[in-house]
């Protein structure tokens, strides 16, 4: 199964640290003569001059030769982890800016910075544990091997776009901090950096353009220069506008990918566009919000910007945003269908955006690939502004004619009395709320069992934990461990809980999209709520 290769990975990361380096942190201003990284297996000796009774590797001091004595200290590891023993050295070693006392071995971890001397010393590393191996094997190595073999799960359908992301953040996020410098991969001369050949630039015929910019926060235009390369045929259209590829050569590669939209009405004012990066700059305003309520899924949308093209006849405008690669998915439009999905997070950043800005405001037409968004929708209040699509109170009310609040609009105390009786989609862990990491990692997704309600639920049901429990008892003997029943199943349990189901009771009841019933749906329509 593809999950045996996270274990092994991390059952290596725990089992082989012997192996660890000094990488020296200002190149600049040390001796030219010392070594740069120093490898360490299983222990070392350093000191002012190499000598086999002293010394394995001699550091030498820039600014001071006696800075390092001759016998001046010792790293090595052991069943309880790294340490480095100061010889009483004449000037001592720091562990992260603090002297430590001699003769007394200091434990060391992933990521220190050891300094050999006094402050003053130029001899300051970092301490990297098996990191990168001699002939490969340490755990940045084995993080890319096991990136590239996510990788090909995804790519054989094991895993969605969601789930790829995630598992890939999940590696990164465990391995230690980089170093602060690489030095055994600077490059030696330009041609080392592989990309883009010279030849290869000369036969793009790029076009030199102007790139717009609005600051949403300072509600302000810039602009600057742009050298682009652009399809001369569309790869796709909309209803209003065709998409071409571009490159943008004035971005770092791996970044150069856009899609760039032109209006099929050549008479299209340029207010229109301008008009339309101000909506999604506004939008991605809405999704920041959002983020900051710690929702299980963080939404963003791309950033939109103007491209015009100085060369060409009449200077043409076009709409850019970065390429998105993966499924491309449509979760709801500006006159209140919703998408087979139903997925919770774009439904409820929806009705977000209605609340916070105090009913003038829906975000809607939400589409895009995973949780990046684009092309959106805003309906306001008074119908002025954002373009055509705008419906105002008429596109507000279909989308709440629509909309059944699930447990992110929980979550963040917007739900009505309208709300999922089925909700597979993503739901908050108990007791979420603002317990989201601050430091940058994402969290990893709890898995709840099928039987569980969360006390959102036992609350909108009126019913007691126990009672819960006992339901999902019964409920067991009959769903074969799937959290579900078929209609004929429902009958035989409702028979076990002395009930006998009349045939107008049915019509109230929720199933998913395989024609079962879930646990939650059952709790619902047993006791007679219309969630």
């Not at 101000?278 to 299980?296: D, G, I, T, V």
């Not at 950043?349 to 990046?372: K, P, R």
């Not at 009126?462 to 429902?490: M, N, S, T, W």
């Amino acid at each position: 199964p593809p999950f045996l290769w996270l274990l092994s990975f991390f059952c290596t990361l725990m089992a082989d640290e012997d192996y660890a380096e000094l990488n020296l942190v200002d190149q600049s201003n040390s001796d030219p003569e010392i070594q740069r990284c120093i490898p360490i297996v299983n222990s070392i000796r350093l000191g002012r001059v190499q000598h086999p009774d002293f010394a394995d590797v001699a550091i030498k001091s820039a600014k001071f030769e006696a800075m390092i004595s001759r016998k001046h200290a010792c790293i090595q590891s052991s069943a309880s982890g790294w340490t480095v023993l100061d010889f009483k050295s004449t000037n001592g070693v720091m562990v992260n800016m603090l002297q430590i006392t001699p003769d007394i071995p200091f434990p060391l971890k992933d990521g220190d910075i050891v300094t050999f001397g006094t402050e003053e010393s130029d001899l300051v590393y970092s301490f990297e544990v098996n990191r990168r191996k001699p002939g490969g094997g340490g755990a940045q190595e084995q993080a890319e091997k096991e990136i590239l073999q996510l990788k090909n799960f995804h790519e054989q359908g094991f895993f969605d776009a969601d789930q790829y992301n995630q598992q890939k953040a999940a590696i990164r996020d465990r391995l230690p901090p980089g170093k602060w410098m690489a030095w055994d991969k600077t490059p030696r001369r330009s041609a080392d950096i592989k990309g883009m050949t010279d030849q290869q630039l000369r036969s793009l015929a790029p076009e030199l353009g102007f790139r717009y910019n609005y600051n949403f926060r300072q509600k302000e235009w810039k602009r600057s220069v742009a050298l682009v390369v652009m399809s001369s045929a569309p790869f796709d259209e909309g209803a209003l506008r065709v998409c071409y590829k571009l490159t943008d050569l004035t971005k770092p590669e791996g970044q150069q990918d856009f899609v760039a939209k032109q209006a099929k009405d050549q008479s299209e004012p340029q207010h229109t566009y301008f008009a339309d990066c101000e909506m999604q700059s506004l939008c991605q305003y809405f999704a920041e919000e959002f983020n900051k309520h710690n929702p299980p899924k963080r939404v963003e949308f791309l950033e939109a910007t103007m491209l015009e093209l100085i060369d060409r006849q009449q200077k043409p405008l076009f709409a850019l945003e970065p390429y998105l690669s993966g499924k491309y998915v449509k979760h709801n439009n500006n006159w209140g269908f919703v998408s087979p999905e139903d997925r919770n997070t774009p439904q409820a950043f929806s009705h977000f955006t209605y609340q916070h800005s105090s009913g003038f405001y829906l975000v809607c037409d939400i589409q895009g690939v995973g949780d990046s968004f684009t092309d959106p929708q805003v309906h306001s209040k008074d119908s002025k502004g954002f373009g055509k699509g705008n419906m105002g109170m008429d596109g507000i009310n279909r989308f709440f004619n629509t909309h059944e609040c699930n447990s992110i609009c929980m979550l963040l105390g917007i739900a009505s009395k309208k709300k999922k009786i089925v909700d597979v989609g993503t739901r908050p862990p108990p007791g979420w709320g603002g317990q989201r990491p601050t430091n940058g990692l994402r969290p990893v997704s709890v898995n709840h069992s099928p039987y569980y309600l969360s006390p959102e639920d036992v609350a909108l049901f009126r019913i007691k934990q126990p009672q819960v429990d006992a339901l999902a008892a019964a409920f067991k003997q009959y769903d074969h461990g799937q959290g579900a029943i078929q209609k004929p199943e429902l009958v035989q349990l409702c028979r076990s809980l002395d009930h006998k189901v009349q045939p107008g009771q049915l019509n109230r009841l929720q199933v998913d999209g395989t024609g079962r019933i879930p646990f939650r749906a059952f709790v619902a329509w047993w006791v007679g709520v219309d969630a």
